[in-house]
Structures are given as C-alpha cells and as structure tokens.
T-cell receptor
Framework: DGGITQSPKYLFRKEGQNVTLSCEQNLNHDAMYWYRQDPGQGLRLIYYSQIVNDFQKGDIAEGYSVSREKKESFPLTVTSAQKNPTAFYLC??????????????FGPGTRLTVL | ELKVEQNPLFLSMQEGKNYTIYCNYSTTSDRLYWYRQDPGKSLESLFVLLSNGAVKQEGRLMASLDTKARLSTLHITAAVHDLSATYFCAVEGSARQLTFGSGTQLTVLP
C-alpha cells in the first residue's frame, strides 16, 4: 500500500533536548511538507521541500531543522531553541507539478509533549 | 502574505438541518482544498477545487469555489451525526504549500 508513515506516534521530550520526527513516503512524490497543529487551531507550515537536497522555510521555521537526503524521507528535528514545541506534527507529500486534481496526502501525525 | 479565514469556528446543528461553512482568502489562488479531521486524527481530503465556478459533491457535502470573490463554501445538507468533525479549508501557494483556515468544529446533535 502506498502512503505516508510518521514515527513515533507519541513523543515526550525533556526541556533542552533535541528530538527528531520521522516521515517516510512511498508515493514517489517530489514535494514534502511539515506542519504544526496546536489545539483548536489550523495547521501552520514549518518547512517544505520540492526536491531532494533542497528545502525552504515555512511560516514558523524557527527552532526547527530538516534534511532531504532521499526522496522518500523528510525528517524534522525539533531543537532546544523551539520554546513551545508541544503540538501535533503532521507530514504531507504531493507531486511537485500536476495538472490533475491531486491533493496533499497527510501522514497520521506525531504528538510531541515537552515534560 | 496569504490569509485564510473560516467561519463559523464552531457550529452546532440539529440532525436533518442544512448549513454552510465559509472560507475567505486574501490573495489570488486557483486551488482550494477542503479537509476533514476527526479528534486526534490526521487530515482526510474531501474536495479539491481547481477553477472558478468549480462545484464538487460527495454525499451530504457540497463545495464550491468563486475565485473572483476569493470565497469557497462547504454546504451540508440534512446533517447526520457522522458528519461531526472539524473541517478545514486550505489555499495553495506557488510551491504547492498550503495555508489553512482555523477550522470549523461541527457538532451534529440528535
């Protein structure tokens, strides 16, 4: 089955620690995205990548870092510089260019809690 | 900067009634998406609207797009309890990144 997987499902972090969230897709999509969702709010874009070895900051990139060494993988690191990291993190992917009615596909999410 | 506004943010409706959720956005875009989110879950794609005047229907939900007015609507017909969820609209930017509205939390009451 094609899809997007995220791990872990739940993650607990102590203050001052860096943690890495995994996102893998086997849809052969060029573009991948990371969003953050706070309770009762919409999603906000953290980083996105349209192609391997290239990525751009989204609206709230401070305190986060990413890499895109492989087409199928787009891990997100939440650094100690992110002051309020407790949130639900969603990874998504899409074809880079399409003329067809294609949407972004979302993974199941990782819920991060800072202790 | 693209801004997306949804209203209402909270909606309680009786089963069998009709209602409309509105999504306004601030800059030109030809692609608008509607998603559904159940509590604690990821997002499920409902509709992709690609052009002015586009209308899509699936079951009791119908979405439309007016790019000139920068407005999309999600109309609910004869609501049932299973439609209770949070509904998001999202507008696509040049790099296919999405800007989301704040969501409409829909509760359908018996």
């Amino acid at each position: 089955d094609g899809g997007i997987t995220q791990s872990p499902k739940y993650l607990f972090r102590k203050e001052g620690q860096n943690v890495t969230l995994s996102c893998e897709q086997n849809l052969n999509h060029d573009a991948m995205y990371w969003y953050r969702q706070d309770p009762g709010q919409g999603l906000r874009l953290i980083y996105y990548s349209q192609i391997v070895n290239d990525f751009q900051k989204g609206d709230i990139a401070e305190g986060y870092s990413v890499s895109r060494e492989k087409k199928e993988s787009f891990p997100l690191t939440v650094t100690s510089a992110q002051k309020n990291p407790t949130a639900f993190y969603l990874c998504a992917s899409s074809p880079r260019q399409t003329l067809f009615t294609d949407t972004q596909y979302f993974g199941p999410g990782t819920r991060l809690t800072v202790l | 900067e693209l801004k997306v506004e949804q209203n209402p943010l909270f909606l309680s409706m009786q089963e069998g009634k009709n209602y409309t959720i509105y999504c306004n956005y601030s800059t030109t875009s030809d692609r608008l998406y509607w998603y559904r989110q159940d509590p604690g879950k990821s997002l499920e794609s409902l509709f992709v609207l690609l052009s002015n005047g586009a209308v899509k229907q699936e079951g009791r939900l119908m979405a439309s797009l007016d790019t000139k007015a920068r407005l999309s609507t999600l109309h609910i017909t004869a609501a049932v309890h299973d439609l209770s969820a949070t509904y998001f609209c999202a507008v696509e930017g040049s790099a296919r990144q999405l800007t989301f509205g704040s969501g409409t939390q829909l509760t359908v009451l018996p």
